[in-house]
């Protein structure tokens, strides 16, 4: 165990719903991280947390709406996804800037997604 | 665009050998390096970090960092079956990691 949990670990859902993937981290650090792995793809970094601050959106759809209330928590909501947007969806979390700063990033263990 | 370049593979070596990972980036800037493991349908995981040139040991996994060339190497000493997975290169720009696509590993019994 990294110290970084998600939940769920599969979902299955049609291109209509609507559904929520946590993360929580559990490593006291200060930012946090969404990740997208398609098959034969390499990881592709969407959205970037430091503080509960926002600082990237890799031009991600709209579909997809994240969202910090403290450091320890994200979420990634999604609505009217695409077939496409099956994959493996990561979250990570990092201490950065300041005394500590590693960038060393910790995984959990990911969402399986499957949209139908 | 910054890049992380990898050998995909697959690189297969028998069991007690040693098994030699490299990655080469783009950009000269970086400062911090890293390796992770992934098994086939599981999360990343860090196995190494490494800041400086030379080599960095951690039991049987060294890195090694060259800046002057741009490259970063694992090397896993007396391979097991168990170390049989897809091995990813990382590396910081502008405090966010870029991953390489991997190299699979593939250790023979």
């Known amino acids: 165990e990294t110290g970084v949990t998600q939940t769920p670990r599969h979902l299955v859902m049609g291109m209509t719903n609507k559904k929520s993937l946590k993360c929580e981290q559990h490593?006291?650090?200060?930012?946090m991280y969404w990740y997208k792995q398609s098959a034969k793809k390499p990881l592709e970094l969407m959205f970037v947390y430091n503080f509960k601050e926002q600082t990237e959106n890799n031009s991600v759809p709209s579909r997809f709406s994240p969202e910090c209330p403290n450091s320890s928590h994200l979420f990634l909501h999604l609505h009217t996804l695409q077939p496409e947007d099956s994959a493996l969806y990561l979250c990570?979390?990092?201490?950065?800037?300041?005394?500590?700063?590693?960038?060393?990033?910790?995984f959990g263990p990911g969402t399986r997604l499957t949209v139908t | 665009q910054k890049e992380v370049e990898q050998n995909s593979g697959p690189l297969s070596v028998p069991e007690g050998a040693i098994a030699s990972l490299n990655c080469t980036y783009s950009?000269?800037?970086?400062?911090?390096f890293f390796w992770y493991r992934q098994y086939s349908g599981k999360s990343p995981e860090l196995i190494m970090s490494i800041y400086s040139n030379g080599d960095k040991e951690d039991g049987r996994f060294t890195a090694q960092l060259n800046k002057a060339s741009q490259y970063v190497s694992l090397l896993i000493r007396d391979s097991q079956p168990s170390d049989s997975a897809t091995y990813l290169c990382?590396?910081?720009?502008?405090?966010?990691?870029?991953f390489g696509t991997g190299t699979r590993l593939t250790i023979i019994p």
């Open positions: 490593l006291g650090h200060n930012a």
């Open positions: 990382a590396v910081i720009y502008d405090e966010k990691l870029t």
């Open positions: 990570a979390s990092s201490q950065v800037g300041g005394t500590g700063t590693t960038y060393e990033q910790y």
């Open positions: 950009d000269r800037g970086s400062q911090s």
